[in-house]
């Protein structure tokens, strides 16, 4: 089976991409909702239910036309790109909505792929389609639908995916709705800590900072950046390391200025 992961949707670029409608009847998309009411079902008093992942800025037409193409899209016909980002922005919208009413009531507010929760409209907004141009490019044809994005939802963490998403930072931190961003470098790349100065720059703007390191590193982490609105995420081998390491936290953790 053919998925928008791996193999580019529709080509044709004749195609009238402001037509597309999620089709509700579809046996797929009527499975995923029943799935979303029984995983309700089954949840009360015991655990949340994520609202899952259904892409985003850039990433869903870049599905859907391919990333090479939407890259020359980007250069051949930037205002064509930014008006059906934009209708397909009001198409997500309205699928987030129509999720977060079924899950609202167990959830008191929502989760999604993400390991946050949040008491309203939570979502991980992205654009990892962002990693292949230039800042002004990223500035003139992406910038306002994220911030359409960041403004429909209550709460939402950004998550920088990738070096080459990390020119965007400067941009990104203009918007904001935007409370958070999850700095991560990339598989087989250095850990976050490699790139201190971001990190920093990131809680000198005032937003809180999510990052993913060893439980070596912790240490080093909590010595160099503040632990107010530090979101660390690590892992030990043994549950006795793990109490250690937290005991640990409450000693070296500060908050600075």
């Known amino acids: 089976m053919q998925t928008g992961w791996w193999d580019s949707i529709l080509l044709n670029q004749e195609i009238d991409y402001t037509g597309l409608k999620i089709n509700e009847e579809h046996p797929d998309y009527r499975f995923s909702i029943e799935l979303l009411h029984r995983g309700i079902d089954e949840a009360k008093g015991k655990c949340l239910v994520s609202i899952g992942a259904f892409g985003g800025c850039g990433d869903t037409l870049a599905a859907l036309r391919g990333t090479e193409n939407l890259l020359f899209d980007c250069l051949d016909r930037p205002e064509w790109v930014k008006e059906t980002e934009f209708f397909l922005m009001d198409i997500w919208c309205r699928h987030y909505d129509k999720l977060f009413k079924i899950i609202n009531e167990v959830d008191e507010g929502s989760t999604c792929w993400f390991p946050l929760w949040a008491p309203g409209k939570f979502y991980a907004v992205q654009n990892d389609f962002a990693y292949n141009i230039s800042p002004k490019m990223f500035r003139e044809i992406f910038l306002t639908i994220i911030e359409k994005q960041t403004d429909f939802l209550d709460f939402c963490v950004y998550h920088v995916d990738g070096l080459g998403n990390f020119k965007h930072i400067d941009t990104l931190l203009e918007l904001p709705k935007i409370k958070a961003f999850q700095i991560l470098p990339g598989e087989g790349k250095p850990s976050p800590l490699y790139f201190m ?9 005032g937003k809180n900072l999510h990052i993913s390191i060893h439980s070596s590193e912790v240490k080093r982490a909590l010595e160099n ?33």
């Open 197 to 205: 100065d971001i990190l920093k720059k990131v809680q000198a703007a």
């Open 225 to 257: 950046l503040n632990a107010r609105g530090l979101f660390i995420s690590t892992s030990c081998e043994t549950e006795d390391k793990a109490l250690q390491l937290i005991e640990n936290i409450s000693k070296w953790s500060k908050e600075q200025t």
